[in-house]
C-alpha cells in the first residue's frame, strides 16, 4: 500500500510529530508484520525518528542546524536560481538529515522505542501542503 498525505507548516523551520498519522495508515492497510517507509518528497524537509517525551530535543536540533549551518553564504544562495529568499542553507539541513525512515512493523504496530516517534522537519517554510509518500510493505 502507497498513500501521499500532506503536512501543512506553519513556521521557516519546525519540526512535527506525525507518528499518529503513520499509525493511522497502517492500520487502514491491514499489515501485521512488515515494514513502513516515510519518505518526504522535498529537498527542504526531511524525516527523522527521534525523542518524543521532552520537546527541547527538537529545539536543540533546530538550534544545532541554525548555528551549524549559516545562511547566505552558499553557491545556491546567489546563483539567480532560487526562487525563494535564500534558502542554500535549507538544501543543506535536509540534506544531512535524509529524506526518508524505515520502520519495522510487528503486530500491526510500529516497532519504535519507548521514546521514539517520527518527525517532519520543515527547513523552508512556511509551506502548504508539504508532501510525504508512506509506503507499507508486509503481510496480514
Known amino acids: 500500500m502507497m498513500k501521499t498525505i500532506g503536512i501543512n507548516t ?16 497502517i492500520q487502514e492497510s491491514g499489515v501485521k ?11 527542504t524537509a526531511s524525516i527523522i525518528i527521534n525523542e518524543n517525551d521532552d520537546p527541547c530535543v527538537q529545539e536543540d ?4 542546524f541554525s ?15 532560487c526562487d ?5 542553507n535549507c538544501h543543506i539541513k535536509a540534506s544531512m538529515i535524509g529524506p526518508s525512515e524505515t520502520v519495522p512493523i510487528k ?22 501542503p508539504r508532501e510525504i509518500v508512506v509506503t507499507i510493505l508486509g503481510r496480514e
Open 107 to 128: 503486530d500491526g504496530k510500529l516497532l519504535l522505542g519507548r521514546w521514539q516517534s517520527i518527525f517532519f522537519c520543515e527547513f523552508d517554510g512556511p509551506r502548504s
Open 10 to 25: 506553519t513556521k521557516k523551520e519546525e519540526i512535527l510529530d506525525i507518528t499518529p498519522r503513520i499509525e493511522e495508515i
Open 61 to 64: 536540533i533546530l538550534k544545532f
Open 67 to 81: 548555528q551549524t549551518v549559516k545562511k547566505g553564504v552558499w553557491t545556491h544562495d546567489f546563483s539567480g536560481r
Open 33 to 43: 508484520e512488515g515494514l513502513c517507509s516515510i519518505y518526504s518528497k522535498h529537498t
Open 84 to 88: 525563494r529568499d535564500q534558502n542554500g
